[in-house]
């Protein structure tokens, strides 16, 4: 199986900071990266598709990069709708893997 | 607008049988083009994929559940169906449906809301 690693596991910030969330694979997995964010009690959203696709309805502020093996996703002006989980996924192959995820918190 | 809908016992005795279903709305499962999957969250813990379906195929499964998950689709209902045979507690969490593009590469773009199993006796 395919490893994703996320860091950092949590992060403080305030509204309007500008945040940067990395994933790294475990092995090329090309650009098929999606990200994902996740309320308490909630299902998870999709952010961002094959690497840096914005999907329909998301705000432009969230982007996406990265190749190979290491990703980053940006939030470039922290809203306070913007706390929550993240989640990198890889859909290279079967079995689809997860990261740990990134609790990112108000300040 | 696609939406997705689980349902099954919030409460599953170890070593039986989880058995969960899916209603989709706004959309048949058997016009194609989607994989329709089942995912997990263990209490406080990230994601874990159980595995997908097409209409058509045949399902793929995370080897993580050593073959004791079955996924099917009733296309009368519009709805599919996920059976855990020779459950832990191990295997309390959330559990979600979700819908993913016919690419392999594809995101998971729309799920439900999720439905918690507990097991225990």
């Known amino acids: 199986d395919i490893q994703m690693t996320q860091s950092p596991s949590s992060l403080s910030a305030s509204v309007g900071d500008r945040v940067t969330i990395t994933c790294r694979a475990s092995q090329n997995i090309i650009s098929f990266l999606n990200w994902y964010h996740q309320k308490p009690g909630r299902a998870p959203k999709l952010l961002i598709y094959t690497a840096s696709s914005l999907q329909s309805g998301v705000p432009s502020r969230f982007s996406g990069s990265g190749s190979g093996t290491d990703f980053t996703l940006t939030i470039s002006s922290l809203q306070p709708e913007d706390f929550a989980t993240y989640y990198c996924q890889q859909s290279y192959n079967f079995p689809y893997t997860f990261g740990q995820g990134t609790n990112l918190e108000i300040k | 607008q696609v939406q997705l809908q689980e349902s099954g016992p919030g409460l599953v005795k170890p070593s039986q049988t989880l058995s969960l279903t899916c209603a989709v709305s706004g959309g048949s499962i058997s016009s194609g083009g989607y994989y329709w999957s089942w995912l997990r969250q263990h209490p406080g813990k990230g994601l874990e994929w159980i595995g997908c379906i097409y209409y058509s195929g045949s399902p793929y499964y995370n080897p993580s559940l050593k073959s004791r998950g079955t996924i099917s689709l009733d296309t009368s209902k519009n709805q599919l169906s996920l059976n855990l045979s020779s459950v832990t507690a191990a295997d309390t969490a959330v559990y979600y449906c979700?819908?993913?593009?016919?690419?392999?590469?594809?995101?998971?773009?729309?799920w439900g809301q999720g439905t918690l199993v507990t097991v225990s006796s």
């Open positions: 979700a819908r993913r593009a016919g690419k392999v590469t594809a995101p998971f773009d729309y």
